[in-house]
């Protein structure tokens, strides 16, 4: 059974930094292709960043505005998000997700994390 744990969530400042992590249990990780989504309050679930399978193609959602980064370790399978200048509007929960059935570039994923709140007060 594939599970996704996501860790490094918190509360920052405006224009503070922070690191989530996703740790997998998957047996063959790098055949996932792997991202992170968000929800906002009332809001739908939004596509952050997404990573290919061998982490050679990425892809950001417009409002990342070159302030997030996605990489992935397919020896530890891990997967990061690197965000800086975080501004209130980030505020939402952030999930990892991954899917073995997609490229990459598509809401449609199949395995989903629990999800790591991030507050970024004003």
């Known amino acids: 059974q594939i599970q996704l744990l996501e860790s490094g969530g918190g509360e920052v400042q405006a224009g503070g930094s922070l690191r989530l992590s996703c740790s997998a249990s998957?047996?063959?990780?790098?055949?996932?292709?792997m991202g992170w989504f968000r929800q906002a309050p009332g809001k739908g679930r939004d596509i952050v960043a997404l990573?290919?399978?061998?982490?050679?193609?990425?892809y950001y959602a417009d409002f990342v505005e070159g302030r997030f980064t996605i990489s992935r370790d397919n020896a530890k399978n891990t997967m990061t998000l690197q965000m800086n200048s975080l501004k209130p509007e980030d505020t939402a929960v952030y999930y990892c997700?991954?899917?073995?059935?997609?490229?990459?570039?598509?809401?449609?994923?199949?395995?989903w994390g629990q999800g790591t709140q991030v507050t970024v007060s004003s």
């Open positions: 997700a991954a899917s073995a059935r997609v490229l990459f570039v598509t809401p449609d994923y199949d395995h």
């Open positions: 998957i047996r063959t990780y790098s055949a996932y292709a």
């Open positions: 990573i290919s399978k061998g982490g050679e193609s990425t």
